[in-house]
């Protein structure tokens, strides 16, 4: 069982659509990563955060430790926010952040 | 500032050879973390290392698969004797600090292993 859970596992959008990426943990976490997986399959860095929210351009993060979920939002997307979005957190690390488990990802498609 | 850089990016074995797969961290990080992605699977994390040091190895293969991050030049990471289910992405990632709520890790592109 992944206890770092995504939704959807694949979601279609058309371009200009406000997209939601939802993630929720089974334990406590000190932060959590969210990653894009392009097609030719390099990892891009996105968020880490620990609370609250943070934006990058058009990239909207935001986090409730509380409830334990996290989700990533794009609005105004495009087809090349196209790619493989990967939240992770360090659940077995012993409270430091390096020893990530990762979700099994969400599928973006936009099409222009 | 150059980022991750791993090398090959791709690589090809026949089952029984070695696999080495290279990965220079962004300069100035002494932190190392590898990854596997198997097909239709997500990512796992392998091994973290320091310079010089294995910190924790707990998500690697107890058998054929070594990793070291020495003084002076890349991380490497090794496949002895590669099996068809070898076959995989692997990940580099490199951070500054490590624990640290502000650690941001930075991955490499990836090797894309093929066992024949």
């Known amino acids: 069982k992944n206890e770092v859970e995504q939704s959807p596992q694949n979601l279609t959008a058309q371009e200009g659509e406000f997209i939601t990426i939802n993630c929720s943990y089974s334990v406590g976490i000190s932060a959590l990563h969210w990653l894009q997986q392009h097609p030719g399959g390099g990892i891009v860095s996105l968020f880490m955060?620990?609370?609250g929210k943070k934006k990058h351009g058009r990239l909207i993060a935001t986090i409730n430790i509380q409830e334990k979920h996290s989700s990533l939002h794009i609005t105004a997307s495009h087809p090349r926010d196209s790619a493989v979005y990967i939240c992770?957190?360090?659940?077995?690390?012993?409270?430091?952040?390096?020893?990530?488990?990762f979700g099994k990802g969400t599928l973006l498609t936009v099409n222009p | 500032n150059a980022g991750v850089m791993q090398n090959p990016r791709h690589l090809v074995r026949r089952r029984g050879q070695e696999a080495r797969l290279r990965c220079s961290p962004v300069k100035g990080h002494s932190h190392v973390y590898w990854y596997r992605q198997l097909p239709e699977e997500g990512l796992k994390f392998m091994v973290y290392?320091?310079?010089?040091?294995?910190?924790?190895e707990s998500g690697m293969p107890k058998e054929r698969f070594s990793a070291e991050f020495p003084k002076e030049g890349p991380s490497i990471l090794r496949i002895q004797q590669v099996v068809r289910g070898d076959s995989a992405a692997y990940f580099c990632a490199s951070s500054s600090l490590a624990g640290a709520l502000t650690d941001t890790q930075y991955f490499g592109p990836g090797t894309r292993l093929t066992v024949l």
């Open positions: 290392l320091q310079k010089e040091n294995i910190i924790d």
């Open positions: 992770a957190a360090p659940l077995n690390s012993g409270g430091s952040n390096y020893k990530l488990t």
């Open positions: 955060l620990s609370s």
